[in-house]
């Protein structure tokens, strides 16, 4: 039986619940996962009470990527995405979105797909205090796909990282005016920086 950690009915558009699935076990587990092992997830915020922290440090980009519509075409089924943990490659994990009905999501594979990396740029928001990074208003860095931005802040990243990945696999956001951008990013320090993540299109 999965581990369920949906425990309350869906309250808004990215409440998307998620099944996430040991396929294959290639070393030793520190948490003793095992193949064929399930873990459900109410939406992207509720990780499995106990579930493998490090495992879940890498998986919650793609969380958050497949609840706001990102779709992966090399993947047999494109809502879904094959991960392996960071500890030596030990488990692959597959994300899964559910249905309102608890029914795998399912979309065709699409035919010699190829890369497409989306060209993102990063704009500064707003500031309040001093950052060590000297960031001011109106400072913006491009990239594309899943490059860093030479020398940008790593704490930073690590905060925008889920964001870009999911824009560049065409992730869309309700919240937002234009819906291909997220003007949310916080740094973690002090909360001194905010970002806006925009994919060009």
Do not use: W
């Amino acid at each position: 039986m999965p581990q369920d950690s949906s425990k309350s009915t869906k309250s808004s558009s990215h409440d998307i619940p998620l099944l996430v699935t040991i396929t294959k076990v290639v070393g030793r587990c520190y948490r003793g996962y095992k193949e064929g092992d399930q873990f459900i997830l109410k939406d992207f915020t509720h990780v499995p009470e106990d579930f493998c922290q490090g495992a879940g440090t890498v998986l919650f980009p793609i969380f958050y990527a497949l609840s706001f519509g990102a779709e992966f075409p090399f993947e047999e089924n494109p809502r879904s995405l094959h991960t392996y943990c960071p500890d030596a490659g030990a488990v692959e994990f597959l994300t899964e979105v559910l249905t309102e009905s608890g029914e795998v999501e399912r979309k065709p594979k699409v035919e010699n797909a190829k890369p497409n990396p989306k060209k993102l740029v990063i704009s500064v928001e707003e500031v309040k205090g001093h950052c060590v990074y000297d960031y001011k208003v109106g400072d913006s860095f491009e990239t594309t796909g899943l490059r860093t931005p030479a020398g940008f802040c790593g704490a930073a990243y690590n905060a925008i990282f889920p964001v870009l990945f999911a824009l560049n696999f065409g992730a869309r956001f309700p919240f937002s005016e234009d819906g291909i951008s997220n003007s949310r990013i916080t740094c973690p320090d002090g909360a001194k920086v905010r970002f806006k993540v925009r994919r060009v299109e």
